[in-house]
């Protein structure tokens, strides 16, 4: 079973949780928690059991970040969600070494977040225009600007 | 002197602006070109963005539902429904059997609307007009029998919580079984008039080759990833609702080039036909509604990912709640998002009618991409 | 907002009617699809509610060549700067419909703390004539033509003509 | 042919000439009297789907585009030289004739063949035109 040899697999790389989930109540078959300098390992690892990067994204704990990695697999059901807690102000590894696609994923967090990637081809923004100089969907934004 | 300046750049920069008929939308493409040959290109997103997901997080959860159906307003009740399904996850809530046949028929039916527009439309794009309006005339059918059950044509708001809140009756059974039966019958007009249409074959053949690995790469979902010869749809590979009550193949191409991407999403519209059939004939008697729904929706903590499998792509919804009446964050993973990234991988070294047809064979609609 | 265009040098009363009912009978719409109304002004266009019945189903894709901008969809913050621009390489005369809530007042997205759109089209274009409805139908699009072709008829004696 | 009678030929192609003039300016100084104008920062500026252009468009052009302009012109000219053929055509000697307009038009025809042959018609994009 896929799910299986990525178990085994995400062993290898002593991450901080790997655990069975709950797939009626989440929709996760996998839920994994890792530090933010091993998800490129940990991406390259998906790669080359052909998972696809199935969504990107960020929330904002107020103090803290805690970025949010979907991988599934087009050959077989298996999604894996994988949380990577980040300081705030801190810059994370970019993934797009591995997945190409993670280049607008990871600059869409950077739009809306304001979270840095390390290693990224051309972080930028990528739905507000280029002057805007805030980001929308941290607690502290009001808006209406 | 003057002209011998301009000599040493040998490329110059074009706007595939926001306004143009072949970006269905407010998409730009910065185009490098070499003569009518692109040397390379930048999709530039967000002429659309209307901020989504920092509503959903303003907003109730009843109160982002009519957002649902403004994301993708092509294939809005399979938003509708994958909405539906991450709520009723949150809840623990169970859909009575007579509603998710509904949903699964209603679906269906605005899954044939997008397809057929998409035809239209890309055809437009090579140059064609009048199947443009062979298919909108077949497409005002179903927004009729549409707009009867739920009151709207296009951006739907059609599903609650919990079930389905009106019930459909024999009016609706027999429009529809008519409609099946006569768009089945216009098969071989589409296909006379554009798939054996030697130009159309020119033009498509062997032009914006998608192959597998850069599927994976850029993580391309439904008839974008289907072409490619991956038989991946969620409707079988992740199977929800009443779909596993129903037989359906998953058409999908070798080659992965536009015409592989046509001819699935054409053969697709045959399977959806199949599958209404199927859930009309089976169609159980019984409650649409869930006997409890709670007044005020105040799920417990935690987070849920939903998956459905709309006309463009796997559409996901990644909740996280805290308990509260408002969802703490609400991801929207959006198919055309990642459909559209490859763009400037596969229009590399065409001609710029190619990157036309390749944009309109990738259907995307812009508004859900910036969400 | 100010109108964009000048009355011209020389007025000629008993041609300006002739003037009116030619253009009235035949507005060129500039393809400009922003987001959801837009399928709603391609059915408008289509077979069944067919706009070529009242002479605006010419879509043009170029601003030079069309005489009635149907914004059709959200005018965010990123597209504002190119909807004005448009509106200005079209020759006069020259006339807008605000076609849906979102154009109208910013609809369904305008609420406290939105940061990404512009709450109507007439805070950057003098608009003309307003269709409510999200997305309006058809029907509705015909209307709004309909009384645009009255409000161009009516006004010969008007100095402003725009 | 005294000198009135060439005049008064010449006299039809001038007054052609002047109609000709007057239908294409006419309609620009009537339209600058009787058109309202619009006006706007950007009216004058060049199109480019809504967006300010960047980037100059005086490039280096491939060389393709020159040669399709030259064939259309080797042509344009066949066919004027054609006209006169017309007038002249049916004075007596009807084979000849043809075959001497067979053979101009054989004669041009092979820029065509020729064209043909050096790939001219393929658009394929030679990787030194960069």
Partial sequence: MLADTIKKSLTALNLEKVADGDYAKTGYHLEVAAQPDQMPAVAQLFLDQKCYLESLTAVDLVESFLLVYHFASFFELCRTVVHVPLAKGTRMPSITGSYKGADWYEREVYDMFGIGFSGHPNLKRILLPEDADFHPLLKDFVGGK | MMLQRGIEEKTFFLNLGPQHPSTHGVLRVVLEMDGEFIVNSEPDIGYGHRAHEKMAELKTYPQFYPNMGRVDYLHALAYNQCYCMAVEKLLGLAVPERAEFIRVITSELNRLTSHLLWFGAYLMDLGAFTPFLYCFDDREIILDILDRLTGSRLTYCFYRFGGVPADIDDEFISATRGFVQRLRSRWDDYHNLVTKNVIFIERTRDVGIITEAQAIQYGLTGPTLRGSGIPYDIRKSEPYSAYPLFDFIIPTGERGDILDRYMVRLLEMEQSLRIIEQALDKLPTGPIMAEKVPKRLKPAEGEVYTAVETARGEFGIYIVSKGDVKPYRTKLRVPSFANLSILSEIIQETLVADTVAILGSLDVVIPEIDR | ?162 | MDIRGVLQDYSYVLLFLIVGALFALGPLVIAHFVAPKSFGPARDKIYECGLPTFGSAWVQVAVIYYLFALIFLAFDVDVIFLFPVLLAFDKGYLWRDFLEVVIFVGILSLVIIYAWCRGVFEWKRKPESR
Wanted: a neutral charge; one cysteine or more.
């Fill in chain 3, 1 to 162: 907002m100010e109108a964009k265009t000048g009355e011209p040098l020389v007025q000629l009363a008993v041609l300006e009617d002739v003037l009116n009912l030619c253009r009235a009978n035949s507005l060129w719409p500039i393809t400009f699809g922003l987001a959801c109304c837009a399928i709603e002004m391609m059915a408008a266009g289509a077979s069944r509610f067919d706009l070529d019945r009242f002479g605006a189903g010419v879509f043009r894709p170029s601003p030079r060549q069309s005489d009635l901008m149907i914004v059709a969809g959200t005018i965010t913050k990123k597209m504002a700067p190119a909807v004005v621009r448009l509106y200005e390489q079209m020759p006069a005369p020259k006339w807008v419909i605000a076609m849906g809530n979102c154009a109208i007042s910013g609809g369904p997205f305008y609420y406290e703390g939105q940061y990404a759109i512009v709450p109507g089209a007439d805070l950057i274009i003098p608009v003309d004539v307003y269709v409510p409805g999200c997305p309006p139908r058809p029907e509705g699009l015909i209307e709004g033509i309909l009384s645009l072709e009255e409000k161009i008829m009516q006004r010969p004696r008007l100095r402003k003509f725009r």
